[in-house]
């Protein structure tokens, strides 16, 4: 059965377009390398990544120029505030049935924040407060 649509990236399209965001344009050699020496230690076949990379540019994630040769760049098209931001709010309202209160007090309970995490999370909330509706 075929797998159904989804409107957000997959793990692994996910994992290829924080590299471009963070280091493309690139060539598929480098996202390769990028991939295996990355958090998740993903060693793909050279042709893998010519057709992920492929993918992500017919669904619009990414562009591709040829740089000489035959030799093409890829770089992200998709914005990274925008994909977060969608995928974000899937799981508050699928999981945490549209309460962002409910994942902020999960996020707090399960994971160890350090000081300027906990600091900035305390100015978003003051910030957030003073625009509340009186």
């Given at each position: ?97 549209g309460s962002a209160a409910d994942l902020m007090l ?29």
């Open positions: 059965m075929a797998r159904p649509s989804n409107s957000h990236p997959t793990e692994l399209e996910l994992e290829i377009l924080k590299i471009l965001w963070s280091e493309g344009p690139l060539p598929v050699s480098a996202v390769r390398e990028a991939l295996a020496s990355g958090p998740t230690k993903r060693r793909c076949a050279h042709t893998t990544v010519i057709t992920m990379l492929n993918i992500m540019v017919d669904k619009g994630y990414a562009k591709r120029a040829q740089q000489g040769g035959k030799i093409y760049v890829y770089d992200a098209v998709a914005k990274e505030k925008l994909i977060k931001g969608r995928m974000l709010t899937d799981l508050i309202d699928r999981v945490f049935n999960n996020v707090l309970e399960k994971r160890d924040l350090d000081e300027e995490e906990l600091r900035r999370i305390r100015q978003l909330i003051n910030i957030k407060a003073k625009e509340a509706p009186k």
